[in-house]
């Protein structure tokens, strides 16, 4: 079965009541390919003013959740609450998280596990650093992040689960991977799926390439076997640019 094309856009800690109205405005009144999904994850205190507002065949995501459903973590967001948001998807892992915030690939693990048993689907982010990639550890490091968490996963709950193979040196730098480096990485993550978890799952598997994607990247990046859509970051806060990123997929 051929992998739908998913266009994400990920606002980070960006955003106001006035940008959510004229990203909203924009996905509502824009089109794009019935072939291609679009899912936008704004920070948690617009998600349900986004959800509400944003027309239903665009999936909304949390940037982040906890692995429990409730109870004494200050500020931290659950799946429960998500869901009850409506809710449908959840970004986990991102490097940024991974760097900053210090979550280990064990707890990235966790956490998407949680997310797929409260049935949210989850772009599920792995990339090396350039130091990593430097050393020729690119594929040890994203291997060693996917294992995380697939440990924590049965076959079946691979079905929501997208991977976004984010370089963390191509990552709101500027510097994007070119088409065969991320092809190169896409068709790893994708054998080792094969290997690990079966030959289905790793057809199956959308396979997301993140960093520095923009209107230019999209149209070369988008011709690569194993690159399934996007994760968009600082393109996905300019309207025009989210929606031209959208249309180069047909
Ligand atoms: C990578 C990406 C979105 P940007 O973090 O996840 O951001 O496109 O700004 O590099």
Known sequence: MARKFLVGGNWKMNGSK????TLVKALNEGKWSPNVECVI????????????????????????????????????????????????????????????YKESDELVGKKVAAAVKADLKVIACCGESEGERDAGKTTEVVFRQIKAIADQLSAADWAN????????????TGKVATPQQAQEAHKEIRGWLAK????DVADATRILYG??????SAPDLQKE?????????????????FLEILNCRQ
């Open 18 to 21: 006035q940008l959510v109205d």
């Open 41 to 100: 994850a704004p920070p948690a205190p617009y998600l349900a003013a986004v959800r509400a507002a944003v027309r239903k065949e665009v999936g909304v995501a949390a940037q982040n959740c906890w692995t429990e459903g409730k109870g004494a973590f200050t500020g931290e967001i659950s799946t429960e609450m998500l869901k009850d948001l409506n809710i449908d998807w959840v970004i986990l892992g991102h490097s940024e998280r991974r760097s900053i």
């Open 161 to 172: 689960i997208v991977i976004a193979y984010e370089p963390v040196w191509a990552i709101g």
């Open 196 to 199: 690990n978890v079966s030959k």
């Open 211 to 216: 960093g520095s994607v923009s209107a230019k």
């Open 225 to 241: 076997e194993d690159i399934d859509g996007f994760l968009v970051g600082g393109a996905s806060l300019k309207d025009k640019e």
